[in-house]
């Protein structure tokens, strides 16, 4: 895999037109008919999931190679989709692994380290085990599965030591006991701020969040999206719209790193020609449709109303032709709320 520095240098100087084709990764947590269903898909859902892929002829490749094809634009005409999982729930083993290595499909597992071998959790005998299977990786998602970014009273050192911390204990474990050092993170709950970002930046790692969309040339390898397949967004009217989305080819390092501010949140974008930014349509949690304000190429948005969840988004689509959409998916996270 090239390096992240590289791959970035080569997306600053690259011309903002829309890509043919991108990388959809898919992110799962529980596969089973028991579990929290917020974080869980049903098994006949997930082997449905498969099943459409396998129709619609897409590539389904491991994440790393995936991500470093789709950010150097070299995909062309061919959507390729990764999967993976978070926190290495012991389903992931028991089912979905079986059905995986049916098809033939390579995926990853990011893996909490303080969490393997509890109730419900893989073990590490059966990460080892998984980690010798063709395309299988096994990845880091922290140690202790805490939020990441800076909490308002927090100070900078104290913030600096926890986060350093959780994310180099991990990888040291997985490197101890798997023999395995992938430059893969995945944030817990999706939540970064623009210091965790410069910490992966900073190791070379690619890190993946909880927004939609797909991976393209323009994308931040440092904020790359995922679409959430728990059975709540993962059913099949709304399955081929995702396997087949192109990333929206603006520059996504000018995006906010979704720490919110005011609430409501403004978004603020730049089309590249030829794209019509009244052809774009927006959508907020919980809200619906929002209003969009043009000013040339310039988009803005902002929800009606002030959200009261610690995390919501902003999602926009735009027509990419034969029933494709170009897809940005902007994640807010409000600090004063919570946390999980």
């Known amino acids: 895999m ?36 917020s974080t869980s898909t049903d098994v006949d859902l997930f082997q449905s999931h498969l099943e459409r892929i396998q129709a619609l002829g897409l590539e389904v490749v491991p994440l790393d190679s995936g991500t470093s094809a789709a ?3 070299k ?10 999982f978070d926190d290495a729930y012991e389903s992931v083993w028991a089912t979905a692994a079986p059905l995986l290595e049916e098809y033939g499909y390579p995926y990853t597992i990011f893996v909490n380290t303080g969490a393997v071998g509890s109730d419900g959790y893989m073990t590490w005998e059966q990460l080892a085990r998984a980690s010798q299977h063709a ?33 180099d204990q991990a990888q040291t474990m997985l490197q101890e006991k798997l023999g395995v050092s992938e430059p893969l993170f995945a944030y817990p709950y999706g939540e970064y701020d623009t210091g965790v970002e410069k910490l992966v930046d900073n ?20 904020r790359l999206p995922r679409f959430p397949m728990a059975t709540a967004f993962g059913q099949l009217d709304s399955l081929d719209n995702k396997l087949l989305s192109r990333a929206l080819p603006v520059d996504f390092s000018t995006l906010p790193d979704g720490i919110l501010a005011d609430n409501p949140p403004r978004l603020t974008m730049t089309l590249p020609e030829p794209l019509k930014p009244s052809a774009l349509t927006c959508f907020a949690s919980g809200q619906g449709r929002i209003p969009t304000h043009i000013e040339g190429q310039s988009v803005s948005v902002q929800a009606p109303n002030a959200f009261n969840s610690r995390r919501f988004r902003y999602n926009c689509t735009y027509p990419a032709g034969q029933g494709r959409f170009y897809w940005l998916s902007q ?10």
């Open 135 to 167: 395309g299988v990786l096994i990845a880091n998602h922290s140690h202790d599965h805490g939020h990441l970014p800076k909490r308002p009273e927090e100070s900078r050192d104290h913030w600096h030591q926890r986060t350093t911390g959780t994310l």
């Open 75 to 84: 995909l062309a005409n061919r959507q390729q989709v990764a999967i993976t």
């Open 203 to 222: 190791r070379d790692w690619f890190g993946y969040g909880q927004q939609s969309g797909a991976i393209g040339a323009e994308s931040d390898p440092s």
């Open 331 to 340: 994640q807010w996270v409000d600090l004063s709320q919570p946390e999980d």
């Open 71 to 73: 950010l150097e634009g």
């Open 2 to 37: 090239l390096s992240r520095c590289l791959i970035t240098a080569s997306i600053a100087t690259a011309i903002a037109l829309p890509a043919r084709a991108d990388l959809v990764v898919l992110q799962y947590h529980h596969v089973s008919d028991r579990t929290p269903p």
